[in-house]
């Protein structure tokens, strides 16, 4: 007890939490208007400039407004659907509110989305309306508007965007504000602000269909109100806070902890493309990031490359602050234990010096805390995260849950492995084959208009059925594999793919890697290697080549990667471990098909797209 009070108290004087503002989303950021005046609430790249402009918290409630009174103009009815299919840009955060003042149905689609998967979404959930970013989401959206019957009208945000010359409907943003210009719906806003009953949905969210169709996903303003309630506590954020944001706001994780930041007051740097994240994280200098285990690994081996092209007195001392920041933050901080003095005094030189450059190289130097969770983390990958110092608050959850179900808690031991604590109102139990199954309100009541794949996934109990499988031990629960995942090879010997994927792509070499395994008789790999390591790799070895392709190809090459592999897969049991591997020489891409929106592999389209090479991986 005396361990835990004490780090409890550190944690504390460490850490400044501010409560959450008690408006619903409807009313919030007029509310948080009136408590932080002409602060930032969030800040946004002007490419242009070169340079991160502010929008106070005033200027947002003043556009909100507007885009209540504007879609009231185009006719926007309670609870009808209306469409945001845009890159992260702040007017996506003026649409949602805009939208919930007056009750309102947001469905935001990835930027990345393909005609016919927005034409599905179109059609589905009977859209009028569509919000579009820049050039590409216009394009698509159009040709839909051409053809869709219930279409009446885009609403550009990039003003840089050229329009159809046949397209004399759609307007540019600033047109639409423009059309409650002059007009008072104050009083109709209000009324259907007070209105907002618990059970209306604020969004309907569109799986990305890694195994089948795309389903919607239908949260309500009571599913969002019980996960704000849920993490009162559980994280150690503030309105001090600077928020990047970096997963698109389509993504539940990002949307969810986005609102959470909202109703804390926080500043949100919103990062436009996922490919400038690095870029914006040295200019920003962020204290909190929501990210996957993707980004994180791309971190790692960042640092490992610094460090095998650093002179050995250089790359002694980063392993030796790594070591002592594992014995320090690891061994004893997660633990709830007290570190000794000396390992302290040691952390504490290596923290201020080595650290502290690794951190400020990475924009990481005011960090926070960061929230890590939408696969499994490698045990090496988060080892360390935390051993550079960083709070990474590791969890679990899914769409169908309003975000988190778990998560760790900053004041608590943690164990490397787990995802954490389930949050307050949560109910967790477990079923056949250990399948984490859920209850409480933050879990959803279905999928929009498909009552029988509804049926499918919720009991008639209640109980939500997540399709991962897990076990709970000293209040932290842990996941072991996506049931629905599970390969059988022919022996009958059961693999978990996702398991093996993440162990292997910690590798420097090796960028993705999916594994072939069901119906089987061993294991074999997909790997899309790390093409410029390779490359570098050839030319010091002597070995030419006049393509991608016959590089991969090459004998010499592939014993290469082959090898690495099986150093890592030393300690997994004989049938799981890879045997075989076809090194590809272009990277998986949503135009084939063979990555959702949210870069997941498409394991069905990968096996027909590739069934030549997997065939030949099982030739005698």
């Known amino acids: 007890m005396f361990f835990l009070s004490f780090i409890r108290t550190f944690v504390l004087s460490k850490h400044k939490i501010a409560m959450q503002n008690p408006s619903p989303l409807p009313s919030l950021i007029q509310s948080q208007a009136a408590v932080y005046g002409k602060r930032a609430a969030m800040l946004y790249r002007d490419d242009e400039l070169q340079k991160w402009k502010e929008i106070s918290w005033e200027e947002y409630a003043r556009t909100v407004s507007r885009v209540s009174a504007s879609l009231l103009e185009l006719g926007v009815g309670v609870q009808e659907n209306i469409a945001v299919f845009s890159q992260n840009m702040p007017e996506c955060m003026f649409v949602d509110f805009g939208a919930y003042g007056i009750r309102a149905v947001t469905i935001p689609f990835y930027a990345t989305a393909s005609e016919t998967q927005v034409k599905y979404m179109v059609s589905d959930a009977k859209i009028r309306y569509i919000f579009v970013g820049e050039q590409y989401q216009y394009d698509t959206a159009y040709r839909i508007l051409k053809i869709e019957q219930s279409m009446r009208k885009l609403i550009i945000f990039d003003p840089a965007v050229e329009k159809d010359p046949q397209d004399n409907v759609s307007l540019y943003f600033d047109e639409f504000l423009a059309l409650s210009d002059g007009k008072d719906h104050g009083e109709e806003i209000n009324k259907l602000t007070s209105e907002v009953q618990e059970d209306d949905l604020a969004n309907i969210l569109y799986t990305s269909g890694t195994t089948g169709i795309s389903k919607g996903v239908m949260l309500t303003h009571k599913m969002y109100n019980a996960a704000f309630r849920g993490h009162v506590g559980a994280l150690p954020l503030s309105d001090k806070d600077l928020i990047m944001n970096f997963l698109p706001f389509t993504h539940v994780f990002e949307r969810g902890w986005s609102y959470l ?117 490698p045990p090496i990958i988060e080892e360390f995260v935390r051993s550079a110092g960083i709070l990474m608050i590791t969890g679990y959850g899914l769409t169908e849950s309003t975000a988190t179900v778990s998560c760790d808690r900053w004041n608590k031991p943690i164990s490397l492995g787990s995802i954490g604590r389930p949050l307050d109102g949560v109910q967790v139990k477990f079923g056949e084959n250990d399948e984490i199954l859920l209850k409480g309100d933050t879990i959803t009541k279905g999928y929009y208009r498909k009552a029988e794949i509804t049926a499918m996934a919720i009991d008639k109990e209640g109980w939500f059925h997540t399709g991962d499988a897990g076990y709970m031990k000293n209040g932290e629960l842990f996941m072991t594999e996506r049931i629905k995942d599970l390969f059988k090879t022919s022996n009958g010997k059961y693999i978990a793919p996702q398991m093996l994927e993440s162990k292997f792509c910690v590798d420097r070499y090796i960028d993705q890697i999916v594994i072939i395994a069901d119906q089987h008789k061993f294991v074999s790999a997909l790997v899309i290697p790390e093409y410029k390591l390779l490359e570098d790799l050839a030319k010091k070895r002597g070995i030419d080549f006049s393509s991608r392709a016959e590089l991969c190809a090459n004998p010499q090459i592939v014993q290469f990667v082959m090898d690495r592999i099986e150093t890592i897969q030393q300690d997994l049991a004989s049938y799981e471990q890879v045997k075989r591997i076809t090194l590809l020489p272009e990277p998986f891409s949503m135009e084939r098909g063979e990555l959702t929106n949210t870069l997941k592999v498409k394991r069905p389209v990968l096996n027909e797209l590739y069934k030549e090479q997997i065939d030949k991986m099982y030739e005698e």
């Open 261 to 377: 930041c909202i109703k804390t007051g926080c500043t949100l740097a919103v990062n436009r493309r996922p490919a400038d994240i690095l870029q914006s994280l040295r200019e920003v200098h962020p204290t909190c990031m929501c990210a996957v285990p993707r980004f994180w690994e791309k971190v790692y081996s960042g640092v490992q490359e610094k460090m095998n092209s650093s002179s050995p007195i250089q790359r002694r001392m980063l392993e030796d602050a790594l070591r002592i920041g594992k014995a320090y933050n690891v061994d004893y901080k997660m633990r709830g234990l007290v570190p000794p003095l000396a390992l302290k005094m040691r952390y504490l030189f290596y923290e201020k010096t080595v650290i502290a450059l690794l951190l400020k190289t990475l924009g990481l130097e005011r960090h926070n805390f960061f929230p890590t969770a939408g696969a499994a983390i």
